[in-house]
């Protein structure tokens, strides 16, 4: 799914701002230009922030990418140990389910996935390409 930039709630609209600037308006867009720890590197140089929270960014972009998955159920997964596109294509519907209602005891989401939603989402992850190189 694409979504804004804005939609990325941590990232500031001074950094949404620079962003833009550079053409740089969706969580595709983001993605693309964050794919590589160089590309990285050249994004937290120019929006005055480190490359590891770039990194952040990235990935929720990448998780984001999933149809039904935004800022939040981002969040959430991250909690539940999925960093990427890639960890989400290898996990067990169930499994997942249990550990995202472990990771939302800090209330990241007000309605938690039902099992057969994580499923649907971990099929459709396995039809995307992983993005994200380290």
């Not at 804005?6 to 550079?22: A, N, Y």
């Not at 800022?71 to 389910?97: F, H, M």
Request: hydrophobic share 35%.
């Amino acid at each position: 799914m694409v979504y804004s930039i804005s939609q990325i709630r941590d990232i500031g609209t001074d950094v949404t701002d620079i962003l833009k600037k550079e053409g740089i308006r969706t969580t595709i867009g983001f993605l693309h230009a964050a794919t590589t720890p160089r590309q990285r590197l050249r994004m937290a140089e120019r929006t005055g922030t480190d490359a590891k929270r770039v990194l952040y960014w990235a990935t929720a972009c990448d998780r984001m990418r999933v149809k039904g998955i935004g800022w939040e159920y981002a969040q959430l997964l991250r909690a539940a140990g999925v960093k990427t596109v890639g960890d989400l294509q290898i996990r067990n519907p169930r499994s997942l389910s249990k550990k995202m209602e472990k990771a939302n005891k800090d209330k990241l989401v007000r309605v938690l996935p039902k099992e057969k939603t994580v499923e649907r989402w971990i099929e459709s992850a396995k039809k995307l390409p992983p993005l994200i190189r380290y």
